[in-house]
C-alpha cells in the first residue's frame, strides 16, 4: 500500500504549491508533523492520495517521474487545468485508458487518467 508520494519544490513556493494543489486540484492541505515544520514545504490529502511537496535548496522538476492521478470526467479536469494556465497534452498510448500530462507550477510532471469503459 502506498502511503505518499512526494514531489520537490524550489525554496519559498509554498503559496504557489497551495494555489495549485489546493485552488486548482482540490485538495485539502494537511498540517505537516511539528518536527517536520521546519523544512519547508507542505502535504496535501484529497481523492485517496496524500501529496507531500518538499524543498529541495538545488531544486530541477521531475520531467519524466510523475505521479499518476486517477479521475473521472477526464475533459472536465482537463478544462479546469487549462482555464488555470496549465498545459494540458493528450497521449493515448495507454490502452484501456484516457490520459494527458500537466505541469505544476514548478514544472513538476502530474499524468491525469481515466479509464475507458
Known amino acids: 500500500m502506498l502511503h505518499h508520494v512526494l514531489l520537490a519544490c524550489p525554496p519559498g513556493s509554498e503559496d504557489r504549491s497551495r494555489r495549485f494543489y489546493e485552488g486548482v486540484l482540490g485538495l485539502a492541505e494537511i498540517p505537516k508533523p511539528a518536527s517536520l515544520e521546519g ?3 507542505c502535504w496535501f490529502r ?3 492520495i496524500e501529496l507531500h ?7 530541477r522538476p521531475a520531467r519524466k517521474a510523475h505521479p499518476g492521478l486517477l479521475v473521472g470526467d477526464i475533459d ?6 487549462s482555464a488555470a494556465g496549465s ?3 493528450w ?3 495507454f490502452p484501456g ?3 494527458f500530462y500537466t505541469d505544476d507550477p514548478h ?4 499524468e491525469v487518467l481515466e479509464l475507458v469503459e
Open 39 to 41: 523544512r519547508g514545504g
Open 46 to 48: 484529497g481523492f485517496g
Open 53 to 59: 511537496l518538499g524543498v529541495e535548496e538545488d531544486f
Open 76 to 81: 472536465a479536469w482537463a478544462r479546469r487545468l
Open 87 to 89: 498545459p494540458v497534452v
Open 91 to 93: 497521449d493515448d498510448g
Open 97 to 99: 485508458m484516457r490520459r
Open 107 to 110: 514544472g513538476n510532471r502530474l
